[in-house]
Structure formats: structure tokens, C-alpha cells
């Protein structure tokens, strides 16, 4: 008997008529003979209306404790979900009970809104277990020392399902999605993207922290540092199917190099539309002026990205980062107002506009001129590159917004990595 976790995310639970095509699929897991933990999302849209709402009744400026309040409300989308869930398996039948974060307890620290898991309690789950039930547990959430409701930032739910596999050392965290596997990139702009049957954990790891969302980045590390097997699917596939084929279908995380492995150099593209590009102009080309610039930016919470400082000329330089969209204004001002008077730098200008393309693939280590490929594709399709970043499997770059989907269908058919035309 194998101890198996299931994670379906809000599309899978998005209507009563889904949830209960989700149970009936856990019903014949269990019914299998295996023991079921599963972790929902809140239904989809859900998280997003309570967030708007909260949105509209906001203090200015946003304290801390307006962001504990946003986690006590988001938490609820997966706890009505997860009600939900066990209500479906009950109709089917089964003995099913579920929890919040903070029943199991799911313990975090205080950081709301982007909690991260510290350790968790699976004695409660265990017995249940054990006495024949399957267990829900609400994605997305925990509790902090004090006995706060903290949330794991968007998309967190996967984290959770794949912490609670760790901490349980379940044979498998399987994460059933809106779409039948991890892709060569996001299939929903490239309809040539193609499956992978196996994807190597670093490179999921680069493609999931360069803004491809099939995956949360945090649930990847847990995967990675508690070797998790782990495998993406679809919800979709009728709910009966064989399910030896079941458990074979989708994308498996591995964590070897494995000969058979798609051989590819590149083996994939992420991007990241919600980017905005902050340049510092004329700053006079001292020690501690990275410092000195990204030092109250940080000091702010604002996280920054691709850094660049051109060569200094007559003693100056431009210094340019990019932020996230939704940080952009906050970062602007606080530059102005506080960093530039203090500096003396000349001016500085920003574009909320632009986004960030990556190409990935544990090939490029071994592979020279990858990074060049790239960009005389860029240049062939008469897109500007505005800053690049490279690390031993990824190469980045910075473009205008505007020219996203053409970067990325130009690339993913320059690397090969079309599906063949059917
Ligand atoms: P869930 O609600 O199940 O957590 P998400 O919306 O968070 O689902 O993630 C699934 C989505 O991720 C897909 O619908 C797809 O548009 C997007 N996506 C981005 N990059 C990829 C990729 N490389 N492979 C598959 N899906 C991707
Ligand atoms: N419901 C949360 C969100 O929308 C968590 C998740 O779906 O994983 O971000
Ligand atoms: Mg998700």
C-alpha cells in the first residue's frame, strides 16, 4: 500500500460538476488500496474576488496588519474547497474528513502573504489514515507561532501538496492541472509546444523561478531537497481511466541525468510578462552605489531582478534593474524622493512595459554559442534587447512587452522545439 498525494489546482475544482469528477477519481485511488492525502486550491477565481474585494477596502499605505488580514481572508477560498472536496467523497462513499492549515497544523513563519513552510504535524493525518479515510488539507496556508493564518503567495498550493509528501514521505506528490504535463514552454501562447515526458529538476527549478506558473518555484526546491518523486498530469482525462496508465501519463520531475532523456540543448522557455525596467542615470561611478541605490529598495521589500551597470564614462554611470509591475510605481518614487537628492545621480526613467524571455536546458553547459543563437534570433525579428543575464543553464533577456509571443514562438522554433506538424 502506497501513501500518495494528490494536488488539483482551482481550474480542477472550478465547479461542483469538476469537484465531483476530482473525487471520483480519489475514490478509485483509494479504492486501489492506497492510502490519499489530497490538496486542493480554492475554486478558480476564487482567490482573485477575495483579494479584489480586500482591494477596495485597503488602508493607505498597506501595513502588516493589513496583510494579516489578507491572508485570514484568501485562506478561506481552499478551506470552502476543500469542504467541498470531502462532501464529494463522502457521496462517493468514502470516509473522508478535511482540514485548514492550521487544524493539521502546517506550521510557517510570520511573512504574510508569502509564508514559508517550517515543519508539519502529520500525526492527526496519520491516524486518519489509518482508520480508512482519506484526508483533504487545504492548500496554500498555514499558521505562524503566534496562531496567525499565513498564506505561501500565489500559487501556493502546489508547495503545500508537495511539503505535506515530503513530511509524510509519500511515494508520490502527483499535481493534476489544466493541462496534461510540464511543456517546452506555456502552450497557451506556442499551440507547437510539446509535452515532456521527463523534465530534470534544476531545469524545472529555472524555468518555474523565470515565470513559468505551471509550478509554484517553492514547491520545486521541496521536491528537490526531500527528493519528492513528483509528476504533473491533467484533471481532465475522464476520471476513469486505467489507472496504471493514469500513473504514467503527464511529466515526471526526475533528479539524475538520465541517458534516455530528451537530448535537447535547450529544453525550454519560460517568460515573464509582469516586469517593469527602473534606470538610474548619471550616477556618479563611486564604491557602494549599487548599494546605495538597491539598499533602501530592498529596505522597502521590493524585489528586484536583472541588474545592470553600463561602464562609466566621464565619471558616471547608468544603473538599471527591473521590479515587478505591481512594484514599479512605489520603487519609482521611492527613488526620486529619497535615493536621487541623496546621490546626485542626473535623472531617473523607467518602463513599465517590458518583459523578461528565458531559454533553458541543462544542455547549455556543454553547448558554446547557445546564448548567441538567441540573440540573432532576436535580431532577425527586429526585437531590441534591453539587459541579459546568464547562469550556467538559462540565458535571459529583457524586450518590450509588446514583443513577447514573437520572442517566444520565434526562439521555440529556432531551438527546435516545435511539436512535429501533425
Ligand atoms: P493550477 O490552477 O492547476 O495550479 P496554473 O494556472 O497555476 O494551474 O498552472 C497551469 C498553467 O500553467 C497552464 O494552464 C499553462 O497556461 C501555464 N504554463 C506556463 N508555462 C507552462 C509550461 N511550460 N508547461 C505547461 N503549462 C505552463
Ligand atoms: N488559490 C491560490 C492562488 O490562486 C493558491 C493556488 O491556487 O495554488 O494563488
Ligand atoms: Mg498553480
Known amino acids: ?65 493589513y496583510h494579516r488580514e489578507l491572508d485570514m481572508l484568501a485562506a478561506t477560498g481552499e478551506q470552502a474547497s476543500s469542504a467541498l472536496l470531502a462532501i464529494a467523497l463522502q457521496a462517493e462513499g468514502m470516509e473522508a474528513i478535511s482540514y485548514t492549515g492550521w487544524q493539521v497544523p502546517v506550521r510557517t513563519d510570520s511573512s504574510y502573504t508569502k509564508a514559508r513552510i517550517e515543519s508539519i504535524d502529520d500525526q492527526r493525518v496519520r491516524a486518519d489514515l489509518d482508520a480508512g479515510k482519506v484526508v483533504v488539507i487545504t492548500g496554500f496556508q498555514g499558521i505562524d507561532d503566534a496562531g496567525h493564518i499565513t498564506t505561501l503567495g500565489r500559487g501556493g498550493s502546489d508547495t503545500s501538496a508537495v511539503a505535506i509528501a515530503a513530511a509524510m514521505k509519500a511515494n508520490e506528490c502527483l499535481i493534476y492541472t489544466d493541462v496534461d504535463g510540464v511543456y517546452t514552454t506555456d502552450p497557451r501562447v506556442v499551440p507547437a509546444a510539446r509535452r515532456l515526458h521527463t523534465v530534470s529538476f534544476e531545469e524545472m527549478l529555472e524555468m518555474a523561478s523565470l515565470g513559468s506558473k505551471v509550478l509554484q518555484i517553492r514547491s520545486v526546491e521541496f521536491a528537490g531537497k526531500y527528493k519528492v518523486p513528483m509528476r504533473v498530469l491533467s484533471s481532465f482525462t475522464p476520471w476513469d481511466i486505467d489507472l496504471a496508465e493514469e500513473a504514467q501519463s503527464g511529466t515526471l520531475i526526475t533528479f539524475e541525468e538520465d541517458e534516455k532523456m530528451e537530448k535537447a540543448v535547450v529544453s525550454g522557455i519560460a517568460f515573464n510578462r509582469g516586469e517593469a525596467k527602473i534606470s538610474v542615470l548619471g550616477v556618479p561611478d563611486t564604491p557602494g552605489i549599487a548599494h546605495r541605490i538597491l539598499g533602501p529598495v530592498a529596505d522597502a521589500n521590493i524585489e528586484v531582478d536583472v541588474i545592470i551597470q553600463n561602464i562609466s564614462k566621464d565619471g558616471k554611470a547608468d544603473f538599471s534593474f527591473t521590479v515587478n509591475q505591481g512594484d514599479y510605481q512605489r520603487a519609482l518614487d521611492l527613488l526620486r524622493t529619497k535615493v536621487v537628492p541623496e546621490l546626485g545621480a542626473q535623472e531617473v526613467v523607467g518602463d513599465p512595459h517590458i518583459c523578461k524571455v528565458s531559454i533553458v536546458g541543462i544542455g547549455m553547459r556543454s553547448h558554446v554559442g547557445i546564448a548567441s543563437t538567441m540573440f540573432r534570433v532576436l535580431s532577425q525579428e527586429n526585437i531590441n534587447i534591453q539587459m541579459i543575464s546568464t547562469s550556467e543553464i538559462k540565458t535571459s533577456v529583457v524586450i518590450d512587452e509588446k514583443y513577447l509571443e514573437l520572442a517566444v514562438r520565434a526562439l521555440h522554433t529556432a531551438f527546435g522545439l516545435d511539436k512535429a506538424a501533425e
Open 1 to 65: 500500500m502506497a501513501l500518495i498525494v494528490h494536488k488539483y489546482g482551482g481550474t480542477s475544482m472550478g465547479s461542483p460538476e469538476r469537484i465531483r469528477n476530482v473525487a471520483k477519481r480519489v475514490a478509485k485511488w483509494a479504492r486501489a488500496g492506497h492510502q490519499m492525502v489530497v490538496v486542493p486550491s480554492a475554486m478558480s477565481g476564487e482567490t482573485n474576488r477575495l483579494l479584489g474585494l480586500a482591494g477596495e477596502l485597503a488602508p493607505t499605505p498597506a501595513s502588516a496588519a
